[in-house]
Structures are given as structure tokens and as C-alpha cells.
């Protein structure tokens, strides 16, 4: 069992969404988008409030940037947000089992965090299936060099919510990628239900 720590530089500057984006986000989109915020960043524990009062849906926190992932959960669940968890390609899914049952959202990095437009780790695919068959209704992401070539892999371990990043931004029909991206996945998901 491994648990990579959560080194300073994968703090991102940047994390200025406050209520006039998202307010503006759910205009533009015309309806009522679910935010998922992936907190890819140090301390997690102090931006939970600050995203509650942006709008969003759910706080996801990475298991190697808190000492107290128990207190941490609670903490979003009492500022209305749903749980997501996730892990660096280096730790361990044992790691996050004892967590599953706590959370909605299981998030499996398929790439160092970072930056986009780097190669997928196929070898994150066991941790997916493992959530799948251990944990059957949880939601599971991946993130992380997920696109056309890829999304197949990712929906037959079990994953059923998608990162993509450079495969529908590089795309010169995005639109397309994103329904096959969903497809796929759904698909997948039918078959699995069909299997049970
Ligand atoms: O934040 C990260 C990695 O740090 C990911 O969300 C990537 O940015 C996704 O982009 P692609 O890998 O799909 O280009």
C-alpha cells in the first residue's frame, strides 16, 4: 500500500472562480450544470467554504493533500457539496477503499497532475476495476489523457465520468469527440447493469 505526499508545486496559483464566473457559466450554458471542482492543490481544507459560495456542486480533494480526510469530507458535506476523492498515479487504491463508502466520487488520475496533453497511464486501469466491482454504485472518474484512443479502456474498467482536455480542445469537430466520449462510456455501463 502507497501513499505519495502532495509536494507544494502542484499548488495552483490560479483558483480565482468566484460567483460572477459561475453565474456567468450557468447563463452562457443555458442550464443548470453540475461544478466539479478538482482541488488539485495543497491544504485543501481552506478553499472548501470559498467554493460553497461560488455555486459549486462538488469538492474534490486529493487523499494526499490532507492529513484528515474524515474531517474534510464533513466538512464539504455540511457546506452542501457532494465528496469527491482522488488519487495520484502513485498511490494505492487500498488507500482509498477505507473512503468509499463516505464519498461520491472516486477520481483515478490516469496522468501526474499538472498539465494536459500528457500520455494516458493505462496501467491505472486495475485500480478502476477494482473500485467498479468492489464499490458498484460509486462514481468513478478518470483524468488524464483520456480521448478516442483511450476512452475504451477506461470505460470497460468501470470508469463512468470523463476528464478530456487536449483530445476535444485539439479536435477540429469537439462536439463529436464529446458524444463518443459518452457513448462509450454509457454503453459500457448498459452492459455492466445487463451483467449484474
Ligand atoms: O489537470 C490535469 C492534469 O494535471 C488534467 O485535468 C488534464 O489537464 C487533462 O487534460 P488532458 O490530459 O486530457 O489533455
Known amino acids: 500500500m502507497r501513499k505519495r505526499t502532495w509536494s507544494s508545486r502542484h499548488f495552483v496559483p490560479n483558483i480565482t472562480f468566484g ?23 495543497s491544504r485543501p481544507e481552506q478553499w ?10 462538488q469538492y474534490t480533494f486529493h487523499l494526499e493533500a ?13 457546506n452542501g457539496m457532494k465528496v469527491g476523492l ?3 498515479p502513485g ?3 487500498e488507500y482509498l477503499a477505507p473512503w468509499a463508502n463516505q464519498i461520491d466520487m472516486a477520481l483515478v488520475m490516469t496522468v501526474e497532475p499538472g498539465f494536459g496533453g500528457q500520455k494516458f497511464m493505462e496501467d491505472m486501469m486495475p485500480k478502476v476495476h477494482w473500485l467498479r466491482t468492489q ?34 480542445m485539439r479536435s477540429e469537430d469537439p462536439r463529436s469527440v464529446i458524444s463518443l466520449l459518452r ?13 449484474r
Not at 460567483?19 to 492543490?41: C, N, T, W
Not at 472548501?48 to 456542486?57: C, D, I, R, S, T
Not at 480526510?69 to 464539504?76: E, H, Q, R, S, Y
Open 48 to 57: 472548501v467554504k470559498p467554493m460553497a459560495v461560488a455555486g459549486a456542486n
Open 135 to 168: 464499490f458498484p454504485s460509486l462514481d468513478i472518474e478518470v483524468d488524464g489523457g483520456v480521448g478516442p484512443d483511450t476512452i475504451h479502456k477506461c470505460a470497460e474498467a468501470g470508469a463512468n465520468m470523463i476528464v478530456s482536455g487536449s483530445a476535444i
Open 183 to 195: 457513448s462509450v462510456c454509457s454503453e459500457a455501463a448498459q452492459k455492466r447493469c445487463l451483467d
Open 19 to 41: 460567483h460572477p464566473v459561475v453565474e456567468s457559466l450557468r447563463k452562457q450554458l443555458g442550464q443548470d450544470p453540475f461544478f466539479d471542482m478538482h482541488m488539485m492543490v
Open 86 to 88: 482522488a488519487i495520484k
Open 91 to 93: 498511490t494505492t487504491v
Open 66 to 78: 490532507t492529513e484528515n480526510p474524515g474531517a474534510l469530507i464533513k466538512d464539504i458535506r455540511e
